[in-house]
């Protein structure tokens, strides 16, 4: 796949705290990579478009979803056993 260097505004816009039911994970940019955070792990994400990242070596997908304004409202997280969409809350 490829991975595409994005500019650090488009990065800074998915940052923040997402939630789904009990679970919480923590978007950043750092050094221009988006870096997933939850719990311990920390996840390197890889762009192959403007909103769709990936995982290299795992079947982890997430598409960032954006209202009409153009503001992010949350991300779907396709895995191997299934999807969930996490709701930007800040």
Known sequence: ???LQLAPAILT?????????KD???VSNEKGKLIATAGNYKIPL????????YRKGMFLNVHFKMDDAGNVTGF???QFDGG??????K
């Open 1 to 3: 796949r490829p991975s």
């Open 13 to 21: 816009k998915y940052s923040g705290t997402y939630h789904f039911e």
């Open 76 to 78: 779907q997280l396709d």
């Open 46 to 53: 890889d762009a192959s478009t403007e909103k769709d990242f």
């Open 84 to 89: 969930i969409f996490m709701k930007k809350v």
């Open 24 to 26: 919480t994970v923590y």
